[in-house]
């Protein structure tokens, strides 16, 4: 390499920083459903994790809340897409916080569904400490055989759902459970 070319080539580290910034911020947007498991950003800022099939789920916890409910949304039984739950929690008489955190999010983000939540965390990076040993909402809302009613919460230590309910069926607001949310760019 000649002299020319060496100062040359330090002239551009000079100003690279500021367009390499450009180039990692667009390698690591979160438009590549590919590839799952890769951590990205998107325009708004949010990290996230892809999880499959376009759907991505923040890569940390948004929020430790209070279920907020005491009774049973009607509606908001979509065990598949939290989608089809955000009209009957928007519509809903009580505060709902986890679905309101998400929602606040905009651009999309959403509280996600029962299954969309366990899948999500089945395609996370197991050392993803800001989401491992925890409990999080979902925005599915269920009714056993029984007429029980309950909001379904998911543990990810065990990978198991459990009802979150007490023994009048009335939902318990005395433990603080996690929020992630979704987005699905498909």
């Known amino acids: 390499m000649s002299l020319k070319s060496y100062v040359y080539a330090l002239s551009l580290v000079a100003i690279l920083p500021f367009a390499s910034v450009s180039a990692a911020s667009d390698a690591g947007a979160c438009t590549d459903t590919t590839e799952k498991k890769q951590l990205c950003e998107f325009e708004d800022g949010v990290s996230a994790y892809h999880v ?20 049973f949304i009607r509606d908001a039984n979509d065990e598949v897409d939290g989608r089809n739950n955000i009209d009957a929690m928007a519509a809903h008489e009580e505060s709902y916080p986890a679905f309101e955190i998400c929602q606040s999010m905009g651009n999309g983000w959403y509280l996600p569904a029962a299954r969309e939540i366990r899948s999500a965390f089945m395609n996370v990076p197991r050392r993803t400490e800001e989401l491992t040993d925890k409990r999080f909402l979902t925005s599915t809302f269920i009714q056993d055989g029984f007429g029980t009613q309950s909001v379904t919460a998911l543990d990810t230590r065990s990978r198991h759902f459990f009802p979150v309910l007490n023994s009048d069926g009335l939902i318990v607001n005395d433990m603080d459970y996690q929020v992630a949310c979704v987005r699905n760019i498909n």
Request: charged letters at 25%; proline letters at 0%.
């Open 52 to 71: 499959g099939e376009g759907l991505f789920v923040t890569s940390d916890s948004q929020g430790d809340v209070k279920i907020g409910v005491t009774k």
